[in-house]
């Protein structure tokens, strides 16, 4: 295949969620990719001014993607490539606060997908779940074919949502949609929250001197994911023919266990607060979560290259340059 810069330079891409854990990653590489203008159209609800990722190329708009206004700002732009990364976020948010959910992850996507039909653009790729779409009845490790619908929370509901409607505009406009289903990123730009992932809430906790909180016995195994794997795999979704109508898993494809995962982060951070053991959450019913990334492989050339050992050195230097913006943004 080609280099992706063949492919995107001196195109206009919008990237909704640009400001966010992933998006400012995928920005930061189509900015380097001589692109004529990243368009960041974010209403910062879960990223910070500072973590907005800058460039010549890059251009922020704040704005809600349920906004009409803000939709027609940066749809005159013309934009070739769309990546749709803005959501509610994430499971215990969805629970917590089901009707935003729906309005930010279902009627959001609708609207921009609406624009996206009438200015016509060459790619429109999707941000779903591997949690969101395999449910206990799926078997592992996950095929894109055995998707769920005995789902737990809200936010699996509406990411699988987002997946029908982007399949409803190619069965029937031939809307080139492509739907990435993300297997828990991780990396440099998730800023930790009460309602972010574990490994970034772990760095924080341990940083403060505060022990980790496991929700279950550990044991429990997840396909983390290094954010900058998963950003090869969208930029190959963006541009590759046989992509156009499927859904790929953006998974690392290897399971890991949360309290090895927890025992890195201590070391790491020369922490010595230890483990503390909590019940785990009602609505995690899923001690397991394992991708396949066949399909991915054999369409898309995905191949996932960040050891977890890596993945978390990585993560732990960005903790460690931004520490003082990351201390005063993350709230619990
Ligand atoms: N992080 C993961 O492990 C993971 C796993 C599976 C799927 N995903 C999906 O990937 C995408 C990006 O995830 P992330 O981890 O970067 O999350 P994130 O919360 O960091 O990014 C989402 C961005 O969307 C913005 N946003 C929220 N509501 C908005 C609205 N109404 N209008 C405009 N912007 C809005 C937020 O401010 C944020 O910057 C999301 O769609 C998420 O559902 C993430």
């Known amino acids: 295949m080609k280099n992706f810069d063949e492919f995107y330079q001196d195109s206009t891409i919008l990237v909704t969620g640009g400001a966010g854990a992933i998006g400012g990653n995928l920005c930061r590489r189509l900015a380097d990719l001589n692109v004529k203008k990243v368009i960041i159209l974010d209403n910062l ?18 704005g809600d993607i349920l906004d009409d206004e803000a939709l027609r700002r940066v749809f005159k732009e013309r934009p070739e490539y769309v990546f749709h990364l803005a959501a509610h976020f994430a499971n215990q948010n969805s629970v917590d606060n089901p009707e935003t959910d729906l309005l930010v992850n279902g009627m959001g996507i609708l609207k921009v997908l609406q624009y996206a039909h009438l200015t016509g653009v060459k790619r429109f790729v999707y941000s779903s779940s591997g949690c969101g779409v395999y449910g206990l009845d799926s078997k592992m490790p996950f095929e894109e074919h055995d998707v769920s619908i005995r789902l737990f929370t809200p936010y699996q509901v509406t990411k699988l949502l987002g997946e029908l409607y982007t399949n409803y505009f190619y069965n029937l406009y031939q809307l080139p949609i492509v739907n990435a289903r993300f297997f828990n990123s991780y990396g440099p730009g998730e800023v930790p929250g009460r309602y972010r992932n574990v490994i970034p809430n772990f760095f924080y906790w341990a940083m403060k001197g505060e022990p980790l909180p496991i929700t279950g016995d550990g044991t429990e195994t997840r396909d983390w994911t290094y ?19 499927e859904a790929f898993n953006l998974g690392s494809g290897e399971e890991q266990r949360v309290i090895d995962m927890a025992n890195t982060v201590l070391t790491l951070t020369g922490s010595r607060a230890g483990i503390v053991y909590r019940e785990r959450r009602d609505w995690d019913k899923k001690a397991h979560l394992l991708s396949c990334i066949a399909k991915g492989q054999r369409l898309l050339g ?31």
């Open 227 to 245: 954010v900058g794997d998963i950003v090869n795999g969208l930029l190959a979704m963006g541009v590759r023919e046989e992509a156009i109508g």
């Open 45 to 62: 609800a879960s990223s910070y001014e500072w973590n907005i990722p800058r460039a010549s190329n890059i251009v922020f708009v704040k």
């Open 302 to 332: 995905y191949q996932p290259k960040t050891t977890f050992a890596e993945g978390l050195r990585e993560t732990h230097r960005w903790f460690v340059e931004n520490w003082e913006n990351i201390a005063k943004s993350a709230e619990f």
